[in-house]
């Protein structure tokens, strides 16, 4: 494929979970995420609310992808590759159809997909390719050719970057340990405490 070609023709996809970008999109995120079916008691999703009017409403999730994209991009030009890269949300903008669109616009014909997940599984994987295709359908993209990259859970670099942590760790100060025990351990229990009463009494429940 030449420089031309592959200027108009493929194209790579970063796919990801997305995340509210302001407090005016968190209702519309928390009701894309709690797709109906999901079992979670009213109670939890305003407390949920309140977690983002915490922080402002915006999550960091967004904006990490996007430097993630900027790099590639950069990463391709210097390589010589004019292939583009765009990004593409399963619960925020811009959402996979937006990206179906964006490429049908642009002519595209192949695009290598990029699951942000380093391992497989239904929740981390196949859910993000079911919405792929659903919206690739949906927005009359079906001749492009989508092309998925291989799980990178033991990509070198990968394992590098992960093991670049252990060093902050070593250098983190007890009460900051604390903190993070703190957020993940209590706030495992606080979710759980809260939705297990409304799961007992409807015999079923789930907590993602």
Same mark, same amino acid.
């Given at each position: 494929?030449?420089?031309?070609?592959?200027?108009?023709?493929?194209?790579?996809?970063?796919?990801?979970?997305?995340?509210?970008?302001?407090?005016?999109?968190?209702?519309?995120?928390?009701?894309?995420?709690?797709?109906?079916?999901?079992?979670?008691?009213? #109670?939890? @999703?305003? $407390?949920? =609310?309140?977690?983002?009017?915490?922080?402002? %409403?915006? +999550?960091?999730?967004? /904006?990490?992808?996007?430097?993630?994209?900027?790099?590639?991009?950069?990463?391709?030009?210097?390589?010589?590759?004019?292939?583009?890269?765009?990004?593409?949300?399963?619960?925020?903008?811009?959402?996979?159809?937006?990206?179906?669109?964006?490429?049908?616009?642009?002519?595209?014909?192949?695009?290598?997909?990029?699951?942000?997940?380093?391992?497989?599984?239904?929740?981390?994987? #196949?859910? @993000?390719? $079911?919405? =792929?295709?659903?919206?690739?359908?949906?927005? %009359?993209? +079906?001749?492009?050719? /989508?092309?998925?990259?291989?799980?990178?859970?033991?990509?070198?670099?990968?394992?590098?970057?992960?093991?670049?942590?252990?060093?902050?760790?070593?250098?983190?100060?007890?009460?900051?340990?604390?903190?993070?025990?703190?957020?993940?351990?209590?706030?495992?229990?606080?979710?759980?405490?809260?939705?297990?009463?409304?799961?007992?009494?409807?015999?079923?429940?789930?907590?993602?």
């Amino acid at each position: 494929m030449n420089t031309a070609e592959t200027k108009t023709k493929a194209a790579v996809l970063l796919i990801g979970f997305g995340g509210p970008t302001g407090p005016e999109q968190v209702r519309s995120f928390l009701s894309s995420v709690l797709s109906p079916g999901t079992n979670v008691p009213s #109670e939890r @999703y305003l $407390e949920v =609310l309140k977690h983002y009017e915490h922080i402002g %409403g915006v +999550s960091p999730y967004n /904006t990490s992808t996007y430097k993630q994209r900027d790099a590639l991009q950069k990463w391709l030009k210097e390589q010589g590759s004019d292939l583009q890269v765009g990004v593409g949300f399963r619960h925020s903008f811009p959402s996979l159809k937006d990206a179906f669109e964006r490429l049908k616009k642009s002519e595209i014909k192949r695009v290598v997909s990029v699951v942000l997940s380093s391992f497989r599984s239904y929740s981390s994987f #196949e859910k @993000y390719v $079911e919405r =792929l295709e659903a919206e690739q359908k949906n927005t %009359g993209a +079906s001749e492009i050719q /989508t092309i998925y990259t291989d799980p990178f859970y033991e990509n070198p670099l990968f394992i590098e970057a992960q093991a670049s942590r252990i060093w902050d760790m070593m250098r983190m100060a007890e009460a900051d340990w604390d903190l993070v025990l703190d957020v993940n351990l209590k706030g495992a229990f606080n979710v759980t405490k809260a939705c297990i009463r409304s799961m007992v009494k409807a015999r079923y429940g789930k907590i993602v």
